[in-house]
């Protein structure tokens, strides 16, 4: 930067730092990571024991409120999200009047905004209880929300789950239901999904997290933060990758699957084309959550009987990019969503819903971010700026100018 251009000059020294690449905007108890070596945590525990172990909301409470729950404290904490699991029927009408290939993700993000004005008591959060009571409120309607949003795409009639079902399982059938048909929750699939999940949960002070920390540092309410949270995840440099992924994969099968004309298009800078699923902002050696998740790809598509020729040309440009000095020199490795789509399409889910399914799991982590923010009772965000603008000029009326 050119100091003769920074004018407006402020009482002290301002970090310029685009991107917050180096940046700590707050002090965090709930994940580890460290990039350099791969290493994953949530509340101190191995992301690998997590998704090899626990399920879903056992995770959920781990990231939220510390620990692993008990049995009866599980118990309690899903019998209260059951009991949220409704939105108010004027809902639906929000919901009918998007057009039907409106991108699921800004109907989420609109839906999740809109529950504030249904439940007035989720904003004005100030005690444990009163957030309490939010988080099991949204962990009870999210799901409900992703459903529909899916349903609606397919024009299936919009429904609500089984208080019979475990979180997961529950989610699958509000999705998948069809009328007068009975759903059967496949099991391998119900495990995949859990872990999907769980490796999505949380990844400390990524743009999404880092969105919702800061909306909700304004004391807005919970949905409104987590909505903000949605659009930030939308986008394909973040949780939209999932998406442009397959997208990406597609393409290239339809041209013939040449994966290493792919790669000198990803190394060639005039080309704004970048491989999606490579290249992470921390993880540096390599991607723990995708080393999971290649495995599970394999697992689910074997136990499925699917065989996708798509998993063939990420295995491929997998290999390429480990071997190619490009990617080598940038630390360029498959991050989560670089075989997460994959599994999620074994599953019957559309393209558009991945980053949908992203922000499932994604939920209980920006919630524990939230609360902790209100609980350290963190000030407002509020980053500054080097104005580089016009010095003062004349103002010139309509007329001369
Ligand atoms: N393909 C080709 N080149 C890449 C890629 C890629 N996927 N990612 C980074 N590079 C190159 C850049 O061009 C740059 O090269 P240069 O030094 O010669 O200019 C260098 O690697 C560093 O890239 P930056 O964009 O500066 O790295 P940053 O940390 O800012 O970005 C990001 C990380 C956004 C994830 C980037 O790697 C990317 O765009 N990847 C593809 C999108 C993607 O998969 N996003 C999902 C992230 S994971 C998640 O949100 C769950």
Known sequence: IDVKTLRGATN??????????????CTSGITFLDG?????????????????????????????????????????????????????????????????NAHPMGVLSSLTSAL????????????????????????GKFPVL??????????FPLNYGSKKLGYVENVLQMMFEKPHEDYEINPIVKDALDKLLILHAD????????TVRIV???HAGL????????????????????????????????????TKKYMAKAKDKSDPFRLMGFGHRVYKNFDPRARIIKKAADEVLGDLGVEDPILDIAKGLEK???????????????????????????????IEMFTVMFALGRLPGWIAQWREMRLNKEPIGRPRQIYTGENLRDFKNISDR
């Open 12 to 25: 002290g020294v301002i970090t310029i730092d685009p991107g917050y690449k180096n940046t700590g905007a």
């Open 36 to 100: 350099e070596k791969g290493i994953l945590r949530y509340r101190g525990y191995a992301i690998e024991d997590l998704a090899e172990k626990a399920d879903f909301l056992e995770v959920a409470y781990a990231l939220i409120f510390g620990n692993l729950p008990t049995e009866e404290q599980l118990a309690k904490f899903h019998e209260d999200i059951k009991e949220n699991a409704i939105v108010d029927e004027e809902v639906k009408k929000i919901l009918e009047a998007f057009p039907k």
């Open 116 to 139: 504030t004005a249904f439940n007035p008591s989720s904003v004005n959060v100030d005690s444990e209880e009163e957030m309490y009571n939010a988080i099991v409120k949204i962990m």
């Open 146 to 155: 992703v459903a529909w949003t899916m349903r609606k795409k397919k024009g």
């Open 203 to 210: 990844h400390e002070q990524n743009c999404s997290t880092s």
């Open 216 to 218: 909700g540092s304004s």
């Open 223 to 258: 949905f409104a933060s987590l909505s903000a949270g949605i659009s930030a995840l939308w986008g394909p440099l973040h949780g939209g990758a999932n998406q442009a992924v397959l997208e990406m994969l597609e393409a290239i099968k339809e041209d013939g699957g040449d």
């Open 320 to 350: 390429e990019a480990l071997e190619d000095q490009y990617f080598v020199d940038r630390k360029l490795y498959p991050n989560v969503d670089f075989y997460s789509g994959i599994i999620y399409r074994a599953m019957g889910i559309p």
